[in-house]
């Protein structure tokens, strides 16, 4: 069956449908990972876009039941250059058309995916449609329609509505089962878009993760008695998030903070900071960060469309504690007298890479030995 993608500018792409017939509606990105195709479609952050994989050969190791970052696929739509239509892994468990049905996800194979992201990276990220069963200037018509990315909370649709306590599938015995209830770190994870791997490596380093709504307030968070909290990722523009902003300007100096891609900018935004939209974002596993404090270069992943501003942190007592070597744009932050910090990258990164891993275990140890707040000592903004 033919499809096409059509973007707000009116370039058209046409392909062969995907996954399930008929429409979808979004903001085309891209992202340059080789592999975490899975990862990816179901990472509430890509909620609301239409993800482009810049790798010319998708769904060669298919899908299984364990590889999931949120319990459904996020994104609004796919496209790929070509699809893998026998997948060959020992783990794969069905193929990645098979899997897109399964959730509905419209998608497009055939598509030259190298002039879309050039197209994207020359105009900038744009709202775009996928159709089996319209023409260009019906899509087009749809697209205009329909309003921006920008213009809508998608934290509320891809958080939990009430809060529960993580905790994995394990075997007694193992080293993570063997650490005592009571001696596990009361953690609240604000949900903006939470991320499986972010609660499994909290988990594994001996905390209780205590999963909370995006519109819990300060002193929802404050009665769970949390050891410290982390913000976590998600989708949309950030400035638009005034009651997640409120909620972390409610527990700066109170507990430890450690804020993950979004939360990165939730804590700018508490800290009296802005966040800018990106031309076409930051979406991939081999992005270089450099950790002023150390001299140190990160390989990470990333999936972000917006960044902080550093010149609206003036005198707020944060620190700019990492930046982006490809663009220098904020990659982290440190406020030690308030004892927060965030990263814009994903530490926690399915499948990899794994550079900045032992982030949550530094969380982990400032928040058990309070004094290595100290030990930060960037150039203060």
Avoid at 44 to 50: D, E, F, H, W
Avoid at 66 to 94: H, I, M, T, W
Avoid at 322 to 346: C, K, M, W
Wanted: glycine share 10%; proline share 6%.
């Amino acid at each position: 069956m033919k499809a096409i993608l059509v973007l707000e500018d009116g370039t058209i792409f046409e392909g062969e449908s995907i996954g399930q017939a008929g429409q979808a509606l979004g903001e085309v990105v891209f992202d340059t990972a080789m592999v975490g195709y899975q990862q990816a479609l179901t990472d509430p952050s890509l909620r609301g876009q239409i993800l482009t994989l810049t790798y010319p050969l998708i769904g060669n190791y298919g899908t299984n039941d364990e590889d999931y970052e949120s319990p459904r696929c996020q994104v609004a739509g796919l496209v790929v250059k070509e699809l893998c239509e026998v997948p060959s892994n020992f783990r794969c468990e069905e193929s990645l058309d098979e899997f897109l049905k399964r959730h509905g996800v419209v998608a497009i194979s055939g598509v030259d995916t190298r002039a879309l992201t050039r197209r994207l990276r020359t105009a900038g990220v744009m709202m775009g449609a996928i159709s089996t069963d319209e023409t260009r200037e019906q899509a087009l018509a749809r697209i205009k329609a329909s309003p921006a990315y920008s213009e809508i909370d998608l934290v509320q649709q891809v958080s939990t509505q009430t809060p529960y306590e993580w905790e994995p599938g394990q075997k007694p015995g193992t080293a993570q089962a063997r650490i005592a209830f009571e001696d596990r770190l009361r953690i609240v994870a604000l949900d903006y878009g939470m991320r499986a791997s972010i609660l499994r490596n909290l988990y594994e380093l001996g905390c209780r993760p205590i999963v909370m709504p995006c519109k819990a307030s300060a002193e929802d968070v404050l009665e769970e008695k949390p050891d410290g909290v982390v913000l976590s990722p998600g989708p949309g523009d950030p400035s638009r998030l005034g009651y997640a902003m409120d909620t972390v300007r409610g527990l700066l100096g109170k507990v430890p903070i450690f804020g993950i891609c979004l939360g990165n900018h939730m804590l700018t935004h508490a800290l009296g900071g802005r966040t800018f939209k990106l031309k076409f974002g930051h979406r991939g596993g081999n992005h270089p960060v450099r950790d002023l404090t150390t001299g140190r270069v990160r390989i990470t992943s990333q999936n972000h469309g917006y960044a902080a501003d550093p010149a609206t942190l003036e005198g707020s007592g944060a620190t700019v504690s990492q930046i982006n070597l490809n663009d220098e744009t904020v990659e982290g932050l440190e406020a030690p007298g308030l004892r927060a910090f965030s990263i814009q990258y994903h530490a926690e990164a399915s499948p990899g890479p794994l550079d900045s891993k032992g982030i949550f275990k530094q969380f982990v140890e400032r928040i058990r030995e309070p004094e290595r707040w100290s030990e930060i000592v960037p150039e203060v903004y």
